[in-house]
C-alpha cells in the first residue's frame, strides 16, 4: 500500500484530474493583461473550503514562473507566497508578511539578479528590526493602534499623536511602511510583482481580517504589483459580520480589499470545467479595469458567464 503523503504528492505532482489547468489558464490570461498595463490589483481566488484552492495556485505559481521577460532577460514576473497559516505564529501580520517575503527571496535566485536580491533582503531586515523596535516588544506600542490612527483623517491623526505625545513613534513606523513599498516598487520596475496569499481561510477571524488590512496598506497603489487572494467568500463575509456586527455590509466592506474574484467550483471526473465561448468577452472586461485608474466593481457573475460545467 502506498502511504497517503507519497499518494498526495504523486496526486498534486502527476495528476490534474479535474482538469484545473483550464482555470490556471485563464487565470495567467488575467494576470497578463493587468501585466500589459502595470495595474496595481487586488483579486480572489474564491471556493469552498477544501476545493483545490492551494492545488491552483501552486500550479499557477509553476506555470507563471516560466514567463521570461525578455529572451536571454530576467523572468517577467516575480512571486512571492504568503502562506497565512504557516505565518500565523507572529502576533502582527505586517512581520509575517515581512518574513515570507524573506523566504521568497531567498529562492528567487534564477529570477531576480544578485545585486537586486542582496539589496532587498538587506532592507527586509531592516524593516523587520525597526517593527520590532517600534511594536510593543520595546516601547510598549501596538502596531495596531499606530495603523487605526493612520487610517483616520489627517487632521484628528495629527491631534492624536500630539495627545499621545508619540510624534518619534508613528514617524518611525511610517518610515519603516514607506522603505517596504519604495523596496517593493524599485522590484516592481523592471518584473512585474506577484504576490499570492494562500490559506487565509484557516486563520482565526480577527487575525483574518487584519491581514487585509496590512495587506492594503502595503501595496495599494503600487503600479506593476499584484496580489492575488485565496478566499471562501461565504466564510469571510461571516468573519466580517462576526467581527463588525450582524447588519454590517459584508460585501462592501470586502470590495475596499478585493477589486475582483474568480470562482473555482468543485469540479468532478465526470464533468470537468470547460470555458465557453464567451471567454473574448471576460478577456475585454478585464482590459477596461485594467485600463481604469479607479477600480470598477466587478460582480461574481461576470466570472460565471465565463466558466461552465459541461453536461
Known amino acids: ?128 528590526a525597526g517593527l520590532v523596535e517600534v511594536g510593543s516588544v520595546k516601547t510598549g506600542f501596538d502596531i495596531k493602534k499606530i495603523f487605526e490612527t493612520i487610517k483616520s483623517a489627517r487632521n484628528k491623526a495629527t491631534q492624536e499623536i500630539a495627545d499621545s505625545h508619540d510624534f518619534d513613534v508613528y514617524f518611525s513606523f511610517n518610515c519603516i511602511l514607506e522603505k517596504l513599498r519604495a523596496a517593493i516598487k524599485d522590484l516592481a520596475e523592471e518584473q512585474t510583482i506577484l504576490l499570492v496569499v494562500d490559506e487565509l481561510d484557516r486563520c482565526l477571524p480577527e487575525y483574518t481580517i487584519t491581514v487585509l488590512e496590512r495587506l492594503h496598506h502595503v501595496l495599494e497603489g503600487i503600479p506593476n504589483v499584484q496580489t492575488i487572494i485565496s478566499i471562501d467568500k461565504e466564510q469571510l463575509e461571516c468573519t466580517v459580520r462576526q467581527i463588525y456586527g450582524c447588519n454590517t455590509n459584508a460585501k462592501r466592506y470586502l470590495e475596499k480589499f478585493i477589486s475582483f474574484e474568480i470562482t473555482l467550483r468543485e469540479g468532478s471526473l465526470e464533468a470537468p470545467i470547460r470555458f465557453l465561448s464567451d471567454i473574448m468577452v471576460s478577456s475585454s472586461v478585464i482590459q477596461n479595469f485594467a485600463l481604469q485608474k479607479k477600480s470598477p466593481n466587478l460582480s461574481e457573475s461576470f466570472w460565471r458567464g465565463s466558466i461552465q460545467e459541461a453536461d
Open 1 to 128: 500500500m502506498v502511504p497517503d503523503a507519497v499518494l498526495m504528492d504523486t496526486q498534486e505532482e502527476l495528476t490534474d484530474l479535474l482538469d484545473r489547468k483550464a482555470f490556471v489558464a485563464r487565470l495567467i490570461d488575467v494576470v497578463e493583461i493587468l501585466s500589459e498595463n502595470r495595474k496595481n490589483a487586488s483579486f480572489a481566488v474564491n471556493g469552498a473550503w477544501g476545493v483545490g484552492k492551494t492545488f491552483v495556485l501552486n500550479r499557477f505559481e509553476e506555470e507563471i514562473a516560466k514567463y521570461p521577460l525578455e529572451k536571454d532577460g530576467p523572468r517577467k514576473y516575480l512571486v512571492f507566497h504568503y502562506d497565512c497559516w504557516k505565518y500565523d505564529y507572529y502576533e502582527e501580520p505586517l512581520i509575517a508578511l515581512v518574513a515570507a517575503l524573506t523566504d521568497s527571496i531567498d529562492k528567487q535566485t534564477n529570477f531576480i539578479s544578485a545585486d537586486k536580491r542582496t539589496t532587498f533582503k538587506v532592507v527586509l531586515k531592516e524593516i523587520i
